[in-house]
């Protein structure tokens, strides 16, 4: 015998062949396909909001230097004895609350940059 | 017939791809309860398979046949699982000699159907992931050396030499399994 003969011996494949074995849960392909499903939907959501929170986040970041340049200006004019009730002044305040604002945005820009590489709910 | 599906499913008709579940599911679970002997961990390795199949469809260039490739995912996803829970599976090294194997053939042809599948089933357990993978690998999925070679990563002289040592301890471990059966019958 030589070793072909050997590796494709067909008294081994006479037995392998009945040990083929079956997925007992008749709903496998039921349940797979309604998890793959749902995992679809949500990924299609997922990317829906990603977008949309891209959008804002750009939009928030445009917008935000120019409110707060603006509420600088006016704030004395229209506040003027604002200053007499705070420990601190108002150009200190605002520099508080720029500060502030940049990190939040900041680290919503980190997470949002995360969730985008790592490409959504299936992975 | 599967490219077909598998543009399909690409193109956005995810119900296609039960056709490819319906077709694979079985042969999953085989390779799967070969390496992890547990038919509840397996069921859960094809689930886990077919799920990262879906989601890694677009990379699936067509080189090789879907099947081999899918393979290829349930033996690794098995594998991981292997690690991560540390299953015992049960190393057989000291039956090494070959022999003919008629006698074991002989014997079993006097159970029914269901008892055979049950015996040969009983000693594939027995035999490590690797030789109850490769027979069933080529034996019963009837895989080329070189598709085997694609799914399990091991080399093709290694393959020879697993698919030897694994036929000769499924043998002598099914005649045993099957002297125990019948000497307990009697």
Redesign the interface.
């Known amino acids: 015998m030589n070793?072909q003969d050997?590796?494709a011996?067909p008294?081994?494949?006479?037995?392998?062949?009945?040990?083929?074995?079956?997925?007992?849960?008749p709903d496998?392909?039921d349940?797979?396909?309604a998890?793959?499903?749902a995992?679809?939907c949500l990924e299609f959501s997922f990317k829906k909001y990603l977008k949309l929170s891209w959008f804002f986040i750009i939009l928030s970041a445009l917008i935000l230097p120019l409110s707060i340049d603006m509420v600088i200006s006016n704030f004395n004019t229209y506040f003027p004895y604002f200053e007499l009730y705070l420990p601190v002044n108002t150009q200190s305040l605002m520099l508080f609350l720029i500060v502030g604002m940049v990190l939040i945005i900041l680290f919503q820009i980190d997470k949002l940059i995360n969730m985008t590489l790592k490409r959504g709910v299936?992975? | 017939m599967d490219n077909i599906t598998i543009q399909k499913v690409i193109e956005g008709d995810v119900n296609a791809f039960r056709f490819l579940v319906d077709k694979y599911k079985d042969m999953s679970f085989s390779i799967s309860c070969s390496i992890l002997k547990n038919e509840q961990i397996a069921e859960e390795n094809v689930q886990d398979a077919f799920i990262k199949a879906f989601k890694a469809l677009k990379q699936f260039k067509g080189d090789s046949k879907f099947s081999t490739w899918l393979y290829k995912i349930v033996v690794n996803e098995a594998l991981k699982k292997i690690k991560k829970k540390s299953l015992e599976t049960k190393e057989i090294n000291d039956l090494d000699e070959y022999k003919e194997y008629s006698s074991v053939n002989d014997s079993i042809k006097e159970f029914s159907l269901f008892y055979q599948k049950k015996y040969i089933n009983a000693t594939l357990n027995k035999l490590n992931e690797k030789e109850s993978l490769l027979l069933r690998l080529y034996y019963l999925n009837e895989n080329s050396i070189q598709e085997i070679k694609e799914i399990t990563n091991l080399s093709t002289a290694n393959i020879k030499v697993i698919l030897h040592r694994a036929r000769n301890n499924f043998h002598i471990k099914l005649e045993k399994e099957l002297n125990h059966e019948l000497s307990s019958i009697l």
């Open positions: 070793k050997k590796i011996n008294e081994t494949k006479i037995l392998i062949e009945k040990s083929g074995l079956k997925i007992k849960n496998f392909t349940m797979l396909m998890k793959i499903e995992k679809t299936l992975n």
